[in-house]
């Protein structure tokens, strides 16, 4: 899975440096093209001449030094790369990610890449438990990088903890799994839906709900690091994943036309969006003003149905697989089995937004998914961004014994 590809290594100035160099080796023996790039700090540990010699390329280190390559480097680089790893990847480097820093050719390069990032930490614990580090690492998880380890036991400065760069065969495992799991989803399509419909009272005000988009967000993202193509409908205002085809809508009814738009080739739809069952019969051209303002004064509104977006698919849908979502506050389980049966879905994942931890706009969920064929598992306590990673994968099972 690896040969062929250009894998940009970078390598900080860590004690681990050394353990790059296998690293380094074991990605050319696999016949990846490997471009090293180091840290100043780095070059105290190991040579360059090391890394160049392992790696059959010019080793990049200084922003301004006269380029190898006729292109702006770090630029060329970026765009030629298909994987990225830093190992060892320093607290500093990792804060550099977090925050967008760009002070020197590695910091630079980060900034420039749109491949997947690998990163394996390697720090001193104390250093790696900082609460400054796991909130970088956080932000960074948050934004797609993936983080490698780091593994527990001795360490060079004489302490035992977490904080050890994870071994060199571990991090090509990752970088092979990742690639295979990429190979898996290619040529699929998914079309995901997100956040909460809003429906318009007047030019100013909407009939809302809680949906925040997280869930819906974060699935786009898994699908589309997997290598699938992904289009995101959403009505929440939130960033949407790189990479990702991103069409934003307001009410149901914008929804429903955006959904059909993309649903006829698509092999997979996730609804996780909260649809707004009703809207009213029509939003006022003008801003609604107060009667009187007494505390007799009542303003009607008429609500009509929206249409059951999910209910229609279910009807239409042929090769597509269908995963509904559904929030429940009471007989979860009972109202569950009834919306998979009635709106003919494959798969429904049910929370009970009463339980602390699961639902709208929290970073976690805890969830029941219920399947056709009557099969049901209970998800304990997970982040939004795992319970995606895990459907992303019982979806695929389900797809290729199809
Ligand atoms: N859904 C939809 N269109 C609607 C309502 C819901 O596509 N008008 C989808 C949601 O995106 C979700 C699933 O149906 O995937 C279940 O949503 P939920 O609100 O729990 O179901 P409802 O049918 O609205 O039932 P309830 O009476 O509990 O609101």
Redesign the pocket.
């Known amino acids: 899975m690896l040969a062929g590809k250009h894998v940009v290594c970078g390598v900080c100035g860590g004690i681990a440096a050394y353990k790059a160099a296998a690293l380094v080796s074991a990605l050319a023996r696999k016949g990846c093209h490997v471009h090293v790039v180091m840290t100043r700090a780095a070059t105290e540990f190991v040579a360059p001449l090391t890394f160049r010699s392992l790696s059959g390329n010019p080793v990049c280190i200084e922003m301004f030094a006269e380029p190898k390559i006729w292109k702006v480097e770090h630029v060329g680089l970026a765009e030629q790369a298909d994987l990225t790893v830093v190992a060892p990847a320093t607290a500093n480097v990792l804060a550099k990610m977090a925050t967008g820093l760009a002070d020197d050719f590695l910091s630079t390069l980060l900034l420039a890449v749109r491949c997947p990032v690998f990163v394996a930490p390697a720090m001193n614990e104390a250093m790696f438990c900082h609460e400054a580090t796991q909130h970088n690492l956080e932000v960074l998880r948050g934004r797609g990088v993936r983080i490698i380890g780091p593994a527990a036991g001795m360490q060079a400065c004489g302490t035992s903890g977490v904080g050890r760069m994870s071994e060199p065969g571990e991090i090509v495992a990752a970088l092979e799994v990742f690639l295979t799991q990429q190979g898996r989803w290619r040529g699929r399509k998914v079309l995901v839906?997100a956040g909460g419909t809003r429906e318009p009272l007047d030019p100013v005000r909407y009939i809302g709900n809680a949906g925040s988009g997280k869930m819906g967000h974060a699935l786009a993202e898994v699908f589309q690091e997997s290598g699938a193509e992904v289009v995101l409908v959403t009505a929440a205002e939130r960033e949407a994943p790189g990479g990702v085809k991103c069409v934003r809508v307001t009410t149901?009814e914008q929804?429903?036309s955006a959904v059909l738009a993309d649903f006829a080739d698509a092999d997979v739809v996730v609804?996780?969006?909260?649809?707004?069952?009703y809207r009213p019969v029509q939003a006022a051209e003008q801003k609604i003003k107060k009667t009187g303002g007494q505390e007799d004064d009542r303003l009607r509104v008429e609500l009509v149905?929206?249409?059951?977006?999910?209910?229609?698919?279910g009807r239409m849908k042929e090769k597509q697989f269908l995963?509904?979502?559904?929030?429940?506050t009471h007989d979860v389980l009972a109202?569950a089995e009834e919306?998979l049966r009635?709106?003919n879905?494959d798969m429904?994942v049910v929370n009970d937004v009463t339980q602390e931890g699961a639902g709208f706009g929290v970073d976690t969920n805890i969830v029941t998914v219920l399947c056709r064929d009557g099969s049901r598992e209970d998800w304990p306590l997970m982040s939004k961004k795992e319970l995606a990673e895990r459907l992303a994968e019982v979806v695929l099972e389900r797809l290729q014994s199809d």
């Not at 609804?271 to 069952?277: F, G, L, N, Q």
């Open positions: 839906t149901a929804m429903r609804k996780t969006a909260a649809v707004a069952d149905p929206n249409p059951d977006i999910l209910a229609e698919l995963v509904g979502f559904a929030a429940e109202h919306k009635r709106k879905v429904l």
